[in-house]
């Protein structure tokens, strides 16, 4: 089924994002861990997350989702402890959902059982190879296709040793992997990351009454963050949370808002962890009016409702730790650079290309459908903005089936003259069931 966009003549509105998808998987995860009944309100009940709650279930986690409107949902999970998972009687499909497939790893490397993960047809390109490597230090068996680099992977879990681990590529999902299997290790387990990733592991394990600190960072050697240090829990208490707005899904309204002629709009109840904002210091830097209000917290997390207004934008120069603070949010940065000033270049993205689509090559082909002067980089891309004859028009486009390329181009087509056909229509609902709506509604408010 393919959806059309057009550029509306006004774009205003107050919306309630839903709930984050990396902090609603890790409430799942962990509370299914605890001792006790987690209660998660603002769950994204999105087909990523629950992708991770039907694993659960067949792993023996009993859990019930009651949905108040589309994708929020109030999440109530019966943990089974530390050590009450069931060996599972079926091979465990992760769906599109790389954050289910490494999260899990850790977890199931500490089982007394075996397991075999797999997903669909995306999932099956993404890399395990990073999660194989230290888990097996640690002691856990596993084995994947392709010499052991891609999905199925199966874990023959047992007896973990702590490690200190420092992984060759920043991710979130990485560490949490090596982490959740140091809360089953003998001794403590270290992750020295090489840049700073997305924190929400540390901050939801701590709330649960797991040592876990962060080490001062080092002075000699290679520059990295300080090493995050786990030792093991002799049980995990429940979650009671409300998990905040997903400042990824937020930035797709944040650029429509800023790069539309006439519009404002306000997100309530964005999460704006440091380590996920990155999006708002690009935005802001590009010229975007950007309030952000007061500053509260949801669980262990900063949140606060921001407003975004029509700017004139220019191009700007991201890399380094600013790339790493918002790897997500690039496809619909590229939007606003699209129609900016200038020129913009994006380094330091080459995870990019290992994501749900090889997002550098898939966002080049799709946004120069549309007139857009985009040209790749092997790290990341290079788009000549602002408005000439004929650039930014409509087209029919295709995000490959990945969410966050469909949702960019649906953004890229309220900006566009004339009719925009997003092809992949349904593959919002992975992170953001109500997307189309939430954009009729914006456009016609
Ligand atoms: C995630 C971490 C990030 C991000 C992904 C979700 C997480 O990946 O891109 O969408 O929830 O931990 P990395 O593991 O590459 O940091």
Redesign the pocket.
């Known amino acids: 089924m393919a959806r059309t966009v057009r550029r509306p003549a006004r774009l205003r509105g107050t919306l309630h994002v839903p709930g984050d998808k990396?902090i609603s998987?890790r409430a799942a995860l962990f509370g299914a861990l605890a001792t006790g009944t987690t209660r998660v309100r603002r769950f994204l009940a999105a087909e990523d997350c629950l992708s991770t709650l039907a694993c659960l279930r067949s792993l023996g986690i009993e859990w019930q989702l009651e949905e108040e409107s589309r994708g929020v949902a109030t999440l109530a999970l019966t943990g089974a402890g530390l050590h009450g998972l069931q060996e599972p009687d079926n091979v465990l499909d992760v769906g599109n959902s790389?954050?289910t497939l490494?999260l899990l790893a850790g977890i199931l490397a500490g089982q007394p059982f075996i397991s075999v993960l797999t997903g669909d047809d995306s999932l099956r390109t993404r890399p395990v190879d990073r999660v194989i490597e230290p888990l097996r230090q640690m002691g856990a068996q596993l084995s994947a296709r392709d010499d052991d680099s891609l999905p199925p992977l199966t874990i023959r879990g047992g007896p973990l040793r702590g490690i200190r681990y420092r992984p060759p590529v920043?991710?979130?999902?990485?560490k949490?992997a090596v982490l959740l299997a140091g809360l089953f290790a003998e001794g403590e387990t270290v992750v020295e990351e090489p840049q700073p990733?997305?924190d929400h592991t540390e901050r939801m394990l701590r709330s649960m009454g797991v040592d876990i600190e962060t080490e001062a960072a080092s002075t000699d050697g290679p520059p990295a963050a300080g090493g995050i240090r786990i030792r093991p829990p002799a049980e995990l208490a429940p979650l009671d949370l409300r998990v905040p707005g997903d400042i990824s899904t937020a930035a797709f309204w944040l650029v429509a808002a800023a790069a539309h002629p006439d519009a404002e709009l306000t997100l309530t109840d964005v999460g704006i962890n440091p380590a996920r904002s990155g999006v708002l210091n690009a935005l802001s830097q590009m010229g975007a009016s950007i309030d952000i209000g007061e500053e509260r917290t949801a669980g262990e997390e900063p949140v606060a409702d921001i407003t975004v207004r029509s700017s004139r934008l220019r191009g700007i120069e991201l890399g380094g730790e600013l790339v790493l603070r918002m790897?997500?949010e690039l496809p619909a940065l590229a939007v606003a650079a699209a129609v900016a000033e200038g020129k913009t270049v994006v380094r330091d993205a080459q995870?990019l290309r290992v994501?749900e689509t090889d997002r550098i090559a898939l966002l080049t082909e799709q946004l120069q459908r549309l007139g857009v002067a985009i040209a790749e980089r092997p790290d990341g891309f290079e788009i000549e903005g602002g408005a000439r004859p004929g650039s930014l028009h409509g087209e029919r486009v295709n995000g490959g089936g990945d969410h966050r390329l469909a949702m960019a181009l649906a953004v890229a087509g309220l900006l566009a003259e004339g009719d925009t056909t997003v092809e992949d229509e349904a593959s919002v609902m992975v992170s953001y069931p109500g997307f189309w709506e939430d954009l009729e509604q914006l456009g016609t408010a």
């Open positions: 990396s998987h790389g954050t490494r920043a991710s979130a999902q990485v949490s990733t997305r790897m997500d995870e994501k």
